[in-house]
Each structure stands twice: as C-alpha cells, then as structure tokens.
C-alpha cells in the first residue's frame, strides 16, 4: 500500500489532503507539532507523528520514528504566512522564521526520510509551495518573507530534482491553490476539501518525467 507522509496535517490543506488520500484507502502518515490536538487527522485514520519542522533534531526523531518502513511519497506542506506587511512595515525576524519554516523545513525533513524514501515504490517529495513564489507572475508587493521563502522552495525543489535523480526520487512543487484556511482567509476561490481532492489526484500522476517542475493543483505548468 502507498505511505505518503504529509507534514503539518492537523488543519488546513494538510488535513484535507490526509482525508482525500485516506479515503482512496492509501496509508497516511501526518504529522503535527502538537500531536494531541491532531484529533481530526487521527480520527480520519490517519497514524499521527510529531514534528517541528523548524528543528532539525525534530526531523532526525521523526526518521527515527519511522525506523525501517518505507515512505513512498513525502508532502512538505507544514508552512508560514506571517508577513501581509508592505515594504517599510518589514520584520526581519519574521523574514528569517518563513524562510525557517518553508524553506529550511522542507530540506531538513527530506534530508532526514531519504533512506524511507528509497526504500519505497513512487520514490517522489512533493512541496507545496505558492504562486507567491513565482518571479514572473509577481505583479504586486509587500509578503517580503512568504514570497521569497517559496520562491527559494522552488529553487530547493529543482535543485533536489538534480541531486536525487541517481537515486531515482522525484520532487516537484505545487501550487495548491487559493485555498480557505486559517492562511488563505476567507473569500478564498478553493475549500479545503476541494483542494485536497485536486491535490490528491495531481500528485498520483506524477511520473519521474515531472521532476524539477512547478505545477499548480491541476498538474498546469507554472512560470518560475
Ligand atoms: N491556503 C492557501 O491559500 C495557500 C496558497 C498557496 C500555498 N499555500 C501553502 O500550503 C501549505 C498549507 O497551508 P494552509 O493554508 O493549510 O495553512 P494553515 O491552515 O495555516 O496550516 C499550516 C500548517 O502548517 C503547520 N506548521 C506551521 N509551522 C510549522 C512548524 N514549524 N512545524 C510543523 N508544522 C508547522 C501548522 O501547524 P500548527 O497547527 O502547529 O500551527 C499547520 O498544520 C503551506 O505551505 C502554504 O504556504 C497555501
């Protein structure tokens, strides 16, 4: 049976992708930095683990965790939108936790599940990053720290894209949508449901041929 592990699963977009695989009757793993308040992914079946994405030992306890098992395919999802502000209202602590959270996250917990993820079938890392993130499409201001965290995730993506295809593990980023959670608000185009559905049925398409690539929740090509 396919193992995806889906960081930061207790709520929003991670929640909704653990059901929608869940319900296909794949095994989730989702973590969650407070696992006691992951009573919903729990509930839906899923195996509930810990994880701080931020901590790096955090990351090295998960692998542990994980031990021997194969993770077939890894969703990097847990991230931050801390930073609405405009140019002069710009917090530089709050720059350096999106790019801790978004971006040295995503490499930290793959780095830490590369044996898993060679021990199984689709051998793929998705991480789900934003249009926010990409350079040609940006058209308005402000979000210094969330825009330049997810432009640089898909750097990261099609850097591992290189350095994991000896290995024969895939990464691709996605862009989920406009979706409403507690980051996307509401009046967003997407409920979470929906997205998970769609982000569900992408990413088991993905082929080895999709590596490096930027897509959005319906598998389109987006500009870098
Ligand atoms: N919603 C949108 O419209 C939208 C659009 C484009 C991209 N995205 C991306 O989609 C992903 C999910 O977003 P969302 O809308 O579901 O956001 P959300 O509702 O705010 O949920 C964020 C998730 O990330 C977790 N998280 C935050 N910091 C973490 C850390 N240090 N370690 C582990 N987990 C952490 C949160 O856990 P806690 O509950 O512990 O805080 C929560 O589970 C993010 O990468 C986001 O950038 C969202």
Redesign the pocket.
Known sequence: MTTYLI????????LALARSLLSQGRRVIGT???PSGAGDLAAGGAEVMP????DESSALALARSIGERPIDVLIN?????NDHAGLEATDLGRFMDCMR??VA?PIAVTLALLPALGRGERRLVVN?S?VMGSIERTTSGGSYGYRASKAALNMVTRTLAVDLATRRIAAVAI??G??E????GPG?HLRPAEAGAHLARTIERLTPADSGRFVDYTGAALPW
């Not at 960081?7 to 991670?14: D, H, V």
């Not at 994880?51 to 931020?54: F, G, N």
């Not at 959670?181 to 996307?184: A, E, L, S």
């Open positions: 960081t930061g699963a207790n709520r929003g977009i991670g969650a930095r407070d994880l701080d994405v931020a999802n847990a991230g931050v939108y959270v978004n996250g789900i934003s862009h989920p406009w979706v959670t507690d980051m996307g967003a």
